[in-house]
């Protein structure tokens, strides 16, 4: 049976928040949040993210509310490792199952949840669709994920891109608490 997360996260990377609203069925995800970001420009962006079976991204759709006016994205996996941007043709991410939208922890959730990283050892390499924020391009990006440690109430996984890296915490159902240098999970029922 389905269960529904909101989950708001503090977005130092954008300096700016976002929630998002994500229910994890059987190998399944389906979500959409809202974020304000101030870097690299104030904006606005809006997300809706569909997977197919095995975590794997079937569309994502985003909007960007910038000064410089509104942007929308349609992105979509045909199942077969082929992707469209507004219906042209991606072949720089052909092969890529996942999308991974820029500061939003949740699209790092797909790549743990397919491999079991969140559970136990491991590393997957993978290419993705990397959608830079908030115009919208789409990139190939190759990323790896290690599982570092089981922890109380969830994992330890390093994310690597490039030269960059950071080791996330992630609760038992594989989504993001802390994201060091981009995102920390707020909590549910803050005191005042």
């Not at 503090?10 to 190998?27: F, I, K, M, P």
């Not at 891109?161 to 989504?175: M, N, V």
Request: net charge negative; charged share 20%; proline share 6%.
């Amino acid at each position: 049976m389905p269960t529904t997360r909101v989950i708001t996260w503090n977005v130092s990377g954008s300096r700016g928040y976002e929630t998002a609203w994500a229910e994890l069925g059987d190998g399944t995800l389906t979500a959409h949040g809202r974020a304000v970001g101030t870097l690299p420009e104030p904006y606005w962006i809006t997300y809706e993210l569909e997977t197919a079976d095995g975590y794997v991204t079937r569309r994502l759709h985003v909007t960007a509310e910038t000064e410089s006016g509104t942007r929308t994205l349609g992105l979509r996996h045909d199942g077969h490792g082929h992707w469209t941007a507004n219906g042209a043709q991606l072949p720089d991410v052909d092969g890529a199952l996942d999308c991974d939208l820029g500061m939003c922890p949740l699209t790092n959730t797909m790549p743990v949840l397919r491999h079991g990283l969140h559970r136990g050892p491991g590393e997957r390499q993978f290419l993705m669709a990397w959608v830079s924020v908030p115009d919208l391009t789409v990139r190939p990006s190759r990323q790896t994920y290690t599982h570092l440690a089981r922890a109380e109430g969830g994992a330890r996984v390093r994310y690597a891109s490039g030269d960059f890296r950071s080791d996330l915490e992630l609760d038992t159902a594989g989504l993001v608490v802390d994201y060091p240098q981009l995102a920390r999970r707020l909590p549910r029922n803050p005191v005042a």
